[in-house]
Protein backbone atom coordinates (compact mmCIF):
# COMPACT_ATOMS: atom_id res chain seq x y z
CA UNK A 1 0.00 0.00 0.00
CA UNK A 2 1.55 3.35 -0.85
CA UNK A 3 1.70 6.11 1.87
CA UNK A 4 -0.06 8.64 -0.20
CA UNK A 5 -3.50 7.53 -2.21
CA UNK A 6 -4.88 10.19 -5.03
CA UNK A 7 -7.44 9.62 -7.50
CA UNK A 8 -5.81 10.64 -10.66
CA UNK A 9 -8.92 11.88 -12.25
CA UNK A 10 -9.38 12.86 -15.01
CA UNK A 11 -11.71 15.47 -13.32
CA UNK A 12 -13.49 17.28 -16.15
CA UNK A 13 -15.84 20.11 -15.00
CA UNK A 14 -17.49 23.09 -16.58
CA UNK A 15 -15.97 26.48 -15.37
CA UNK A 16 -17.50 28.20 -12.31
CA UNK A 17 -17.55 25.16 -10.48
CA UNK A 18 -17.00 24.08 -7.58
CA UNK A 19 -13.97 21.52 -7.69
CA UNK A 20 -13.42 18.83 -4.93
CA UNK A 21 -9.64 17.14 -4.90
CA UNK A 22 -8.49 14.52 -2.07
CA UNK A 23 -5.82 12.60 -0.54
CA UNK A 24 -5.80 9.51 1.90
CA UNK A 25 -2.58 8.43 3.57
CA UNK A 26 -1.80 5.67 5.80
CA UNK A 27 1.17 7.26 8.37
CA UNK A 28 -0.20 8.99 11.12
CA UNK A 29 2.64 10.67 11.76
CA UNK A 30 2.15 12.74 8.69
CA UNK A 31 1.32 16.68 10.08
CA UNK A 32 2.36 18.99 7.32
CA UNK A 33 0.13 19.15 4.24
CA UNK A 34 1.38 20.49 0.95
CA UNK A 35 -0.66 21.03 -2.57
CA UNK A 36 0.65 21.77 -5.82
CA UNK A 37 -0.18 22.40 -8.95
CA UNK A 38 1.71 21.28 -12.09
CA UNK A 39 0.66 22.44 -16.15
CA UNK A 40 1.67 20.19 -18.84
CA UNK A 41 5.88 20.08 -19.29
CA UNK A 42 6.52 22.37 -16.09
CA UNK A 43 7.45 21.80 -12.06
CA UNK A 44 5.34 22.10 -9.51
CA UNK A 45 3.82 25.24 -8.14
CA UNK A 46 3.42 25.47 -4.32
CA UNK A 47 -0.45 26.33 -3.80
CA UNK A 48 -1.15 25.80 -0.20
CA UNK A 49 0.70 24.40 2.95
CA UNK A 50 -1.32 23.77 6.11
CA UNK A 51 -0.30 22.10 9.51
CA UNK A 52 -2.45 19.18 11.33
CA UNK A 53 -6.12 19.29 11.14
CA UNK A 54 -8.45 22.60 10.01
CA UNK A 55 -9.22 24.68 6.91
CA UNK A 56 -6.66 27.30 5.98
CA UNK A 57 -8.26 29.32 3.25
CA UNK A 58 -6.31 31.36 -0.04
CA UNK A 59 -8.53 33.26 -2.23
CA UNK A 60 -10.34 30.48 -4.49
CA UNK A 61 -8.20 27.64 -2.44
CA UNK A 62 -8.92 26.16 0.65
CA UNK A 63 -7.33 23.24 2.32
CA UNK A 64 -8.53 21.25 4.52
CA UNK A 65 -7.30 18.29 6.61
CA UNK A 66 -8.93 15.56 9.33
CA UNK A 67 -5.97 13.84 10.73
CA UNK A 68 -8.27 11.44 12.23
CA UNK A 69 -9.79 9.93 9.02
CA UNK A 70 -6.04 10.53 7.33
CA UNK A 71 -8.02 12.98 4.49
CA UNK A 72 -6.89 15.81 3.09
CA UNK A 73 -9.47 18.17 0.75
CA UNK A 74 -8.59 21.06 -1.91
CA UNK A 75 -11.58 22.94 -2.73
CA UNK A 76 -11.38 25.48 -5.69
CA UNK A 77 -14.08 27.98 -6.01
CA UNK A 78 -15.42 29.33 -9.35
CA UNK A 79 -12.79 27.49 -11.15
CA UNK A 80 -11.74 28.78 -14.18
CA UNK A 81 -9.75 27.45 -17.70
CA UNK A 82 -6.64 28.55 -15.99
CA UNK A 83 -6.74 25.57 -13.58
CA UNK A 84 -6.68 23.21 -15.95
CA UNK A 85 -3.79 21.37 -14.52
CA UNK A 86 -2.48 18.15 -12.96
CA UNK A 87 -3.16 18.76 -8.72
CA UNK A 88 -0.51 16.94 -6.51
CA UNK A 89 -0.59 16.61 -2.69
CA UNK A 90 2.62 15.92 -0.72
CA UNK A 91 2.90 15.67 3.65
CA UNK A 92 5.76 15.07 5.71
CA UNK A 93 6.43 14.43 9.39
CA UNK A 94 9.01 16.25 11.53
CA UNK A 95 12.58 14.79 11.90
CA UNK A 96 12.58 13.82 8.66
CA UNK A 97 14.04 16.94 6.82
CA UNK A 98 12.53 18.44 4.04
CA UNK A 99 11.39 14.80 2.58
CA UNK A 100 7.90 14.97 1.67
CA UNK A 101 5.70 11.77 -0.02
CA UNK A 102 3.34 12.94 -3.00
CA UNK A 103 0.17 11.50 -4.27
CA UNK A 104 0.23 10.56 -7.80
CA UNK A 105 -1.73 13.59 -9.09
CA UNK A 106 -5.21 14.03 -9.96
CA UNK A 107 -5.57 15.51 -13.50
CA UNK A 108 -8.11 18.20 -13.92
CA UNK A 109 -9.78 20.39 -16.64
CA UNK A 110 -12.02 22.96 -16.35
CA UNK A 111 -14.25 23.49 -19.43
CA UNK A 112 -15.39 27.27 -20.73
CA UNK B 1 14.01 36.69 -7.64
CA UNK B 2 14.85 33.89 -9.92
CA UNK B 3 13.40 30.77 -9.46
CA UNK B 4 14.95 26.97 -9.62
CA UNK B 5 17.04 26.27 -12.98
CA UNK B 6 17.87 23.16 -13.68
CA UNK B 7 20.20 22.10 -17.06
CA UNK B 8 19.79 20.32 -19.28
CA UNK B 9 16.15 20.62 -19.54
CA UNK B 10 16.03 17.34 -22.09
CA UNK B 11 18.46 14.39 -22.22
CA UNK B 12 18.79 11.56 -24.19
CA UNK B 13 20.87 8.78 -23.38
CA UNK B 14 21.62 4.94 -23.86
CA UNK B 15 21.20 2.24 -21.14
CA UNK B 16 25.19 1.76 -19.56
CA UNK B 17 25.76 5.46 -19.77
CA UNK B 18 26.03 7.39 -16.74
CA UNK B 19 24.25 10.95 -16.66
CA UNK B 20 25.25 13.99 -14.70
CA UNK B 21 22.12 16.84 -13.68
CA UNK B 22 22.44 20.03 -12.50
CA UNK B 23 20.20 22.56 -10.25
CA UNK B 24 20.88 26.13 -9.16
CA UNK B 25 18.34 26.84 -6.02
CA UNK B 26 16.72 30.09 -5.59
CA UNK B 27 19.02 32.86 -4.37
CA UNK B 28 19.52 32.85 -0.24
CA UNK B 29 18.05 29.04 -0.25
CA UNK B 30 20.51 26.21 1.29
CA UNK B 31 18.48 23.49 0.89
CA UNK B 32 17.90 20.99 -2.41
CA UNK B 33 16.20 18.03 -2.60
CA UNK B 34 15.71 16.16 -5.38
CA UNK B 35 12.71 13.97 -6.70
CA UNK B 36 11.75 11.38 -10.08
CA UNK B 37 8.66 12.03 -11.52
CA UNK B 38 7.17 9.26 -13.47
CA UNK B 39 3.69 8.50 -14.95
CA UNK B 40 2.67 5.04 -12.41
CA UNK B 41 4.83 6.19 -9.30
CA UNK B 42 4.41 10.29 -9.21
CA UNK B 43 6.97 12.01 -7.60
CA UNK B 44 9.28 9.83 -5.20
CA UNK B 45 11.83 11.34 -2.79
CA UNK B 46 15.84 10.33 -3.97
CA UNK B 47 17.56 12.88 -1.51
CA UNK B 48 18.01 16.40 0.18
CA UNK B 49 21.39 18.33 0.84
CA UNK B 50 21.63 20.95 3.37
CA UNK B 51 24.69 23.37 3.66
CA UNK B 52 26.48 20.60 1.66
CA UNK B 53 25.98 17.38 3.46
CA UNK B 54 23.20 14.85 2.43
CA UNK B 55 20.15 15.37 4.54
CA UNK B 56 18.59 11.93 4.16
CA UNK B 57 17.56 9.46 0.90
CA UNK B 58 14.81 7.59 -0.15
CA UNK B 59 14.76 4.45 -1.66
CA UNK B 60 16.82 4.25 -4.28
CA UNK B 61 20.07 2.24 -5.47
CA UNK B 62 23.72 3.29 -4.92
CA UNK B 63 23.48 4.38 -8.78
CA UNK B 64 22.01 7.71 -7.94
CA UNK B 65 23.77 9.78 -6.06
CA UNK B 66 24.47 13.60 -5.48
CA UNK B 67 26.35 16.44 -3.80
CA UNK B 68 26.00 20.03 -3.37
CA UNK B 69 28.33 22.90 -3.32
CA UNK B 70 29.63 26.17 -1.30
CA UNK B 71 27.01 28.04 -3.21
CA UNK B 72 24.11 25.75 -2.74
CA UNK B 73 24.09 24.52 -6.33
CA UNK B 74 23.64 20.74 -6.65
CA UNK B 75 24.08 18.04 -8.98
CA UNK B 76 22.78 14.72 -9.28
CA UNK B 77 24.13 11.66 -10.78
CA UNK B 78 22.83 8.49 -12.40
CA UNK B 79 25.63 5.45 -13.61
CA UNK B 80 24.88 2.78 -15.51
CA UNK B 81 21.64 3.87 -17.00
CA UNK B 82 19.00 1.63 -16.96
CA UNK B 83 15.62 2.31 -19.49
CA UNK B 84 13.28 2.34 -15.88
CA UNK B 85 15.47 5.45 -15.36
CA UNK B 86 13.23 7.84 -17.95
CA UNK B 87 11.85 10.13 -15.78
CA UNK B 88 11.41 13.49 -15.16
CA UNK B 89 13.48 14.27 -12.84
CA UNK B 90 12.89 17.37 -10.27
CA UNK B 91 14.82 19.58 -8.31
CA UNK B 92 13.29 21.54 -5.22
CA UNK B 93 15.22 24.14 -2.95
CA UNK B 94 13.97 25.60 0.86
CA UNK B 95 15.17 28.16 2.44
CA UNK B 96 16.54 25.62 5.37
CA UNK B 97 16.18 21.85 6.08
CA UNK B 98 14.06 20.92 9.35
CA UNK B 99 15.70 20.64 12.44
CA UNK B 100 14.62 18.21 15.46
CA UNK B 101 10.83 18.45 16.18
CA UNK B 102 10.68 21.83 14.27
CA UNK B 103 8.44 21.55 10.70
CA UNK B 104 9.56 20.79 6.99
CA UNK B 105 9.99 24.11 5.08
CA UNK B 106 8.08 25.07 1.53
CA UNK B 107 9.81 23.40 -1.63
CA UNK B 108 9.64 25.14 -4.72
CA UNK B 109 10.25 23.41 -7.87
CA UNK B 110 12.19 23.94 -10.83
CA UNK B 111 10.85 23.04 -14.54
CA UNK B 112 12.96 19.36 -14.48
CA UNK B 113 15.59 17.85 -16.60
CA UNK B 114 13.45 14.97 -18.46
CA UNK B 115 15.63 12.58 -19.15
CA UNK B 116 15.33 9.61 -21.63
CA UNK B 117 16.99 5.90 -21.71
CA UNK B 118 17.59 4.16 -25.14
Known amino acids: QKEVEQDPGPLSVPEGAIVSLNCTYS??????FMWYRQYSRKGPELLMY????GNKEDGRFTAQVDKSSKYISLFIRDSQPSDSATYLC????????????FGTGTSLTVIP | KAGVTQTPRYLIKTRGQQVTLSCSPI?????VSWYQQTPGQGLQFLFE???????NKGNFPGRFSGRQFSNSRSEMNVSTLELGDSALYLC?????????????????FGPGTRLTVT
Open chain 1, 50 to 53: TYSS
Open chain 2, 92 to 108: ASATRTSGINSRPYEQY
Open chain 1, 90 to 101: AMSASNTGNQFY
Open chain 1, 27 to 32: NSAFQY
Open chain 2, 27 to 31: SGHRS
Open chain 2, 49 to 55: YFSETQR
